[in-house]
Every structure is written in structure tokens, then in C-alpha cells.
């Protein structure tokens, strides 16, 4: 089965810009529908974006503002954060399923142990 690493996290400015790598090992990256979801402290994890081959769908609040794109040469799905805002400080997961998209976290069978994002004002 497949296993997912997140890195990328740190401390950034308002403004600022960060991009979220999850690499995969056990598997193609490329088989699955990957997804981000974020938790922030006290508050239930919620969907961030999602894609599938090369369809992405994405959350409103970060819509225009994050990316999702994958690199199958290096098994690896990027989220480019841009504009970030201290509401996006969380700790970001990337997960993944099979065949069709979802914004369910429910609905995912595999998960990294997530990377923590600070956005600091």
C-alpha cells in the first residue's frame, strides 16, 4: 500500500508564499486521487483542495490563492500556497484514494502524518 511523507511546513510572513510536497513510496502517486486537508488548533480538519490526474477541485476559502500540481517523475504532489493569510495556519495532510475525487476526509484510505504551517501577522 501506499505511504505518504508531507514536508514543506515552516514559519512564514502574511504575504508570503510556501509550497507543501507529499512524496510517496509503496506506490504511484499517479494511481490515486490525492487530496490536502488542514487542521487548525481546536478546530475540525476541512477539506483544502483535491486532484485527479489533472482535474483539481478546491476549498473557496483558498480558491485562487493555492495550487495543486503533481510531478509523477518524482511520485510527488505539490500544493503551492500563495497570499498566505494567519486563518491558513494548520497542520496540512495530504491523503489519498482511489478513483473518484472527494472533499470527504472519511473517504480516504491513506494518510501522511501531516506538516505544520504558521502564518505569522
Known amino acids: 500500500q501506499v505511504q505518504l511523507k508531507e514536508s514543506g511546513g515552516g514559519l512564514v510572513q502574511v504575504g508570503d508564499s510556501l509550497t507543501l510536497s507529499c512524496a510517496a513510496s509503496g506506490g504511484k502517486i499517479s494511481d490515486y486521487v490525492v487530496a490536502w486537508f488542514r487542521q487548525a488548533l481546536g478546530k475540525e480538519r476541512e477539506f483544502v483542495g483535491v486532484i485527479r490526474f489533472e482535474s483539481t477541485n478546491y476549498a473557496r476559502a483558498v480558491l485562487d490563492r493555492f495550487t495543486i500540481s503533481r510531478d509523477n517523475a518524482r511520485n510527488t504532489v505539490h500544493l503551492r500556497m500563495n497570499s498566505l493569510k494567519p486563518e491558513d495556519t494548520a497542520v496540512y495532510s495530504c491523503?489519498?484514494?482511489?478513483?473518484?475525487?472527494?472533499?470527504?476526509?472519511?473517504?480516504?484510505?491513506?494518510w501522511g502524518q501531516g506538516t505544520q504551517v504558521t502564518v505569522s501577522s
Open positions: 491523503a489519498a484514494k482511489s478513483q473518484h475525487m472527494s472533499v470527504l476526509e472519511r473517504e480516504y484510505d491513506y
